[in-house]
């Protein structure tokens, strides 16, 4: 998992406010694919970025989830209006075109 | 829908080799099966991937049976550390996506 990084950690929110999770590729690593997991489930795909463009997000909810990988930077997992049930870990995993993807240690979110 | 099919759970002792099967009966010609673990609740770590032929690194090996129906990891020498949640995947390629769809996997314990 090394090279991948995703802050914060650990973030607490109430409900109502927003989450903005991020994630920083590997070097050289140009496809980014974010995961949900509940507590004791699988992961689940949820989107799929290029450098600017969205590939495949037919996994994220159709509201207040949103994601982005801008030309610089990181990129944002961007929750609004946060609920409980949208308390997870959520891990971020990069590639380059080899197929195989690293992922971070995934950054935790607690809806109070 | 994961396209695998995997035991929920199997256990070894240290020391011995772990052999983790996996059945993809619906596999296309050109889909990788990858194999991932998570230990706890840490970022899936990648383990190995291939298409037809055997594999190995030095983590683990993969057998691919000639029909591509099913594979087998296997871990020669498991240590206590290679408990964990290995998922064995199908990367599906749907038109520029390859995203890789987790299963439930198998909780493998090595007992000391």
């Known amino acids: 998992n090394a090279g991948v990084m995703q802050n914060p950690r650990h973030l607490v929110r109430r409900r109502g406010q927003e989450a903005r999770l991020r994630c920083s590729p590997m070097?050289?690593?140009?496809?980014v694919y974010w995961y949900r997991q509940l507590p004791e489930e699988g992961l689940k795909f949820m989107v799929y970025?290029?450098?600017?463009?969205?590939?495949?997000e037919s996994g994220m909810p159709k509201e207040r989830f949103s994601a982005e990988f801008p030309k610089e930077g990181p990129s944002i997992l961007r929750i609004q209006q946060v609920v409980r049930g949208d308390s997870a870990a959520y891990f971020c995993g990069t590639g380059a075109n080899t197929g195989e993807l690293f992922f971070g240690e995934g950054s935790r979110l607690t809806v109070l | 829908d994961a396209k695998t099919t995997q035991p929920p759970s199997m256990d070894c002792a240290e020391g011995r080799a772990a052999n983790l099967p996996c059945n993809h009966s619906?596999?296309?010609?050109?889909?990788?099966v990858y194999w991932y673990r998570q230990i706890h609740s840490q970022g899936p770590q990648y383990i190995i991937h291939g298409l037809k032929n055997n594999e190995t690194n030095e983590m683990a090996s993969l057998i691919i049976t000639e029909d591509r129906k099913s594979s087998t990891l296997i871990l020669p020498h498991a240590t206590l550390r290679d408990t964990a949640v290995y998922y064995c995947?199908?990367?599906?390629?749907?038109?520029?996506?390859?995203?890789?769809?987790f299963g439930s996997g198998t909780r493998l314990l090595v007992r000391p």
């Open positions: 995947i199908v990367r599906v390629a749907q038109d520029s996506s390859y995203k890789l769809i």
């Open positions: 619906t596999i296309s010609g050109n889909e990788y």
């Open positions: 970025l290029q450098k600017e463009n969205i590939i495949d």
């Open positions: 070097k050289g690593h140009s496809h």
